[in-house]
């Protein structure tokens, strides 16, 4: 089995690094997908551990010239090349694509997907959806914080519109799947809850090709728990994790 994990850590993790840390490590992953991951030392020092740990291939792409701008980041116990596409987005902080060299040799698209009010949504969903239909051969795994869901079924309260909505059509349309629905179909579960209202939404996504589909085995949405303490939701992140999982090849 290949497990992959990813999370948004908010904020490049802050004092919560170490707890981050040893979650991680236990949720036992293989490749760690992660988002709002930022030049600063908290983050650096997650990086480092992770090595420590056995996850010596990684790639990152936080702006060293702007910290607290965030990136996403991808550490593997198995080696990791980037690969270029052009019709990729050009978020160049908040889009990583690598090939990872296993058993189950996948090429891993990490998303963390700007807000609507940014008005940077929608040439990014356009973006991946234009990558997703000249996908190169092989397996194929999107994965990360979308910002997006599915009217009615991943929201307590509106707030998706039908632009999101025929994002998550076309994407099956072009044979890719919604990991999460394959396994649990309309279950309601939400990754994120808003700090105001309460109100859940399932923001974090990971989306499989026709190939990589027999392969999956299971996807969760977890929380990251502090040992030791009483137990928040938003303990270590105000996201939920992703663990996916597949057989190997």
Request: glycine share 8%.
């Amino acid at each position: 089995m290949i497990r992959v994990v990813a999370w948004n850590i908010r904020a490049g993790g802050g004092r919560r690094v170490e707890g981050i840390f040893q979650q991680l490590l236990c949720w036992q992953p293989h490749i760690i997908v992660l988002s709002e991951f930022r030049d600063t030392p908290p983050s650096k020092w997650l990086a480092r551990s992770l090595a420590n740990a056995g996850f010596v291939h990684q790639r990152g792409v936080a702006d060293r010239s702007e910290v607290r701008q965030n990136g996403v980041f991808i550490a593997s116990i198995f080696s990791l090349r980037c690969y270029q596409h052009p019709k990729a987005p050009r978020e160049q902080a908040r889009w990583l694509l690598a090939r990872v060299k296993s058993s189950l040799p996948l090429m891993v698209g990490a998303m963390h997907i700007p807000n609507q009010h940014t008005g940077r949504k929608p040439d990014y969903h356009n973006s991946v959806l234009n990558l997703a239909r000249s996908w190169p051969p092989g397996f194929g795994l999107l994965i990360g914080d979308t910002n997006s869901g599915q009217i009615g079924i991943d929201e307590q309260r509106p707030v998706f519109n039908a632009a999101t909505n025929q994002w998550f059509s076309d994407l099956e349309e072009a044979h890719w799947h919604d990991a999460f629905r394959l396994k649990h179909n309309d279950k309601r579960e939400y990754t994120w809850y808003s700090p105001n209202k309460g109100n859940g939404f399932r923001l974090d996504q990971a989306f499989v090709n026709g190939k990589l589909k027999a392969h999956l085995l299971d996807v969760q949405h977890v929380w990251g728990k502090v040992d030791g303490k009483p137990q928040r939701r938003e303990s270590l992140s105000d996201h939920a994790a992703l663990l996916v999982d597949f057989k190997s090849g």
